[in-house]
Every structure is written in structure tokens, then in C-alpha cells.
């Protein structure tokens, strides 16, 4: 799947953030990012780090160089993420504390989130890797997927292009706005916390995709339990109106990078209509198996 062509200004333009520093900065020019990104102070960080203040002050400016002991606990301090703890670490002359293998390598894992997809169907449900790549996905995202353009599900395939591209879901939709404002506010968090390039090149493409009306939403008294609740992701399937409720999952104290940045993202209905559409969905795929494999 391809995307337009973006540039690649600073990350100050998605996020209202410091810009990123150069790829090849020092480390101690990368710790000073990281702390003004988080918007903590040397004197709060030092306090948290058990280190001096004086020494931390020498270590951003490069007259003092980190112990790697002392680059794991302010990046953990910090809430670096792993793949740029690494990047800590070998800014500051070390080997990465961290390892990242291949998804493909980690074949007894994807058959545990092959299992774990499987048991959420009928519901649709996938798992993204950071740049929200699909990994994994169940046989009921096809109902999500009814429609969109042959070229977007090319893969790499990219959930949140295939959710708001013009050719993708986007016009089955309900409220297109508020979904595409959810989708690019949740991005822009993440920009903002990780510091990623990728990431930001995704954001400036997606936010400049041209936003038709989607559907209108369908007539009816609103559902009071349900609006307390959560407001619903609705989408249109044939004649009906589909209501789901995203949940998210991630693994917890991961210390490889690429299972740190693996998210399980699940559906679940709203209302009674969507999940007997989704049961009777999936019924006729297995009905659909049976008869070519009969």
C-alpha cells in the first residue's frame, strides 16, 4: 500500500512539541530532549534518578559522559520508549540494553495472538505494530473492510490509512468528523510521546486527506446507559448501522522492542443489532468454507 508523498518537517509541526533532535545528536542532547518533552525539570529529574543535579547538567552539555547504569535509569525516569532507549544507549557509546527480533522470528507469539484473535470473533479484532501496521488480524475485520479500494489492503497495510482514506472506510462512516478527530488526536499523543518520525509522516498524510460527509446517523432516540458509557464507533453495513466500542491492549514490562510496541485493538458491539449482524456475518463465511471445502 502506498501513501501520498509527504515532507518531513520537524515534529514540532504535528505534535506543539520540542523538535526532534538530530539523528545524530549526543546523548546527552537527547536526554535534554526527552526531559523537555516531558516537561520535567533537571532539578525533578535528578531527584527522581538519584543523581546530582550538577552532574546531570554536565551530562546534557557533554562534559560528563553517562554510565550506561545511569543512561537505563533516566531513560526509565523518563518513559523513553525502548527502541529509543537503544538509541540512548548508543549515542552514548554502548551496546543497546535492549533487544528487538523480527515479528517474523516471533512465530510462537503471533500463534498466541492468532489464538487470542480468534477467540474475540465474531468481533473484529488485529494487532498493529507502532507504526499501526497490521501483524494479525481475524476473519471478522472483513466486515470493517466491505468496500475498501483493492490498493489500500496491499500490503504493508496500514489500519488507520485504510480508516480514513477517501478509497477506505471512510464514507461508510457515521460522524466522520468526530471518528477522523479521534483517530488523528490518539496519533498525535503518540507522536508526542515517541518522538517518531514514521509516525509523524503518517499524521501529516493522514490530517491531509479531504474529508467528505460520511452517512448520516440513523434516526432514533439515543440510548442513555449507552451514552454514559462511551461514544460508539457507528458504520455503515448494507442496510444497517454498526456500533462498536474500541478497546486496546498492550503487554506489560516488555523488554524487547518489538514486543513493546505490539497493540491488540478489539471491537465489541454496541447494541444487540450489531453483534447479531456480526454472528450471522461470520456464519456465512464458515457456511462459505464448508461448501468449498465440500
Known sequence: MTGQAVARPAVRAATGGPAAAPRQATVGALLREWRERRRVSQLALSIEADVSTRHL????????????????????????????????????????????????????????????????????????DRTWTVVEANASVQVLLDGVDEDLLTEPVNVLRIGLHPRGMAPRVVDLRRWREELLGRLRRQVGWSADDDLADLYRELDGYPVAPGPAAAPGPADPEQSSLAIPFRLRYGDDELAFLGMVTTFGTPVDVTLSELTIETFLPADDRTAEVLRAAAEARREAARSVAG
Open 57 to 128: 547538567s554536565c551530562v546534557e552539555t557533554g562534559r560528563s559522559r553517562p554510565s550506561p547504569g545511569l543512561v537505563a535509569r533516566l531513560g526509565e525516569v523518563l518513559d523513553v520508549p525502548l527502541r529509543e532507549r537503544n538509541r540512548l544507549m548508543l549515542a552514548a557509546g554502548y551496546a543497546p540494553a535492549h533487544p528487538e527480533t523480527p515479528v517474523a522470528a516471533l512465530e510462537s507469539l503471533r500463534a498466541s495472538l492468532r489464538a487470542v484473535l480468534d477467540a474475540h470473533d465474531p468481533f473484529p479484532a488485529f494487532v498493529v
